[in-house]
């Protein structure tokens, strides 16, 4: 199930960029697990990769690939992770870019590979290289949809958003895709995103762009608190859309594209936390009143991840103290209790270090049995704040990683 998540299939056509999608049988046969992209020559690629220190030959090799040359293709598989693999995880990462290669008549390092699935294991290579050609056969503009379904893993849904605008005459397009649903946390929180749009802008000033909006959006979810080995978010720039090459951050059109693409990042990012596993309540964390911004993200990460604010949340029990708790233990320095208001949407449960004197469990009761719930938290010592978005903790999300290589 997901929380007021809804399928999105009507997605606006990147010129310059196509999709192509084919089954290679990797865990299930079902539906596409191996999803190819194909970019124009005057396309700019940029991406922001997991932090964790064993982190996935894929996300390796993109790395290296996108420091040596212009990205003219993306092979993505699903049910395999190839994380913790070794040399012969990196080697075989290597082999499906070079099987693409090949086919197209490109040098290896304009491949980027992306996999997600199962830790720890090999992945069938010829089943991969086998199918894909069949990818390459149908790769369309159109392939959108068919794209954000050949890269879920315990996703329920694909996960999709698309829009225009207008600059100085010119209708420009966005579209992304994202996967993820488990083992989601900063650095990055296991996701991919791919999002693309046809302006045309410099390498750097896309990287710096993807850097800065990966931070406001999927470096601000959390579902589990666990770090990915494979996390990536890839942001294209296709360029044929005929404007000048956008260059400089001081260019007015900088700010126009950055927003816009925010808006993309965001739904996305969400997106992978209103469909977490076994999630029923899409929670949104607002910490104000720090010192700091880092304050601000401690706090709200660390009652994110608390295992009792999060069951308390799937069961709807207004159970204050476990917020309160929280807040306490969030290693902010000298935090001076009496400064501190907790609310629950509008329901103040918290003010000047206890208890509202406001505050009635039928109303705290009625606010955690919505499906979308905020809970705000001003620290009263300063003028910075963040969010952060989650999930509550239910049944269900045992059950699905208790089940997982089953």
Not at 113 to 141: Q, Y
Request: proline share 2%; net charge negative; charged share 20%.
């Amino acid at each position: 199930m997901s929380v007021n998540l809804s399928v999105f299939d009507a997605f606006h056509q990147i010129n310059g960029l196509k999709i192509g999608f084919s089954n290679a049988g990797i865990k299930q046969t079902e539906r596409q697990d191996l999803v190819v992209f194909e970019l124009a020559d005057t396309a700019t690629t940029a991406g922001i990769f997991t932090q964790n220190a064993f982190c996935a030959a894929p996300v390796q090799i993109c790395k290296a690939h996108l420091e040596k040359s212009k990205t003219q293709y993306l092979v993505i598989n699903t049910g395999n992770a190839n994380a913790g693999t070794g040399k012969a995880g990196y080697q075989d990462a290597v082999a499906i870019c070079q099987a693409l290669a090949d086919v197209k008549g490109v040098d290896v390092t304009s491949v980027l590979p992306f996999s997600t699935g199962v830790i720890g294991e090999r992945l069938p290579l010829e089943k991969i290289t086998a199918a894909i050609p069949s990818a390459l056969k149908n790769l369309d503009s159109k392939n959108w949809f068919e794209g954000s379904r050949g890269i879920m893993t315990t996703d329920t849904q694909p996960k999709g958003t698309s829009t225009q605008f207008e600059y100085m005459g010119n209708t420009f397009s966005i579209s992304g895709m994202s996967k993820g649903a488990g083992m989601i946390m900063p650095n990055m929180a296991t996701m991919l995103g791919f999002i693309a749009t046809d302006a045309k802008v410099s390498k750097e000033i896309l990287q710096s762009i993807c850097l800065e909006l990966g931070g406001k959006s999927f470096n601000r979810i959390t579902i589990d608190g666990d770090t990915s080995t494979n996390d990536s978010c890839m942001l294209m720039a296709t360029g044929t859309n005929g404007q000048s090459e956008l260059t400089n951050i001081d260019d007015p059109f900088y700010d126009v594209l950055k927003a816009e693409l925010e808006k993309v990042f965001i739904y996305l990012a969400q997106a992978i936390v209103r469909d977490g596993e076994g999630a029923t309540k899409f929670v949104s964390i607002n910490v104000s009143g720090c010192g700091n911004n880092q304050e601000a993200l401690d706090v709200a990460y660390t009652v994110a991840h608390s295992p009792l604010v999060k069951t308390a949340l799937f069961a709807s029990d207004a159970n204050w103290g476990r917020i309160l708790a929280a807040v306490g233990r969030s290693g902010v320095p000298n935090i001076n209790v009496d400064d501190i208001q907790i609310h629950l949407d509008d329901v103040c449960i918290v003010n000047n270090g206890a208890r509202a004197e406001t505050y009635s469990e039928e109303a705290g009761s009625k606010v955690m049995a919505q499906a979308e719930i905020n809970i705000n938290i001003n620290m009263g010592r300063g003028d910075c704040s963040e969010t952060v978005w989650t999930t509550d903790l239910s049944h269900d999300y045992v059950s699905i990683n208790a089940d997982y290589r089953s």
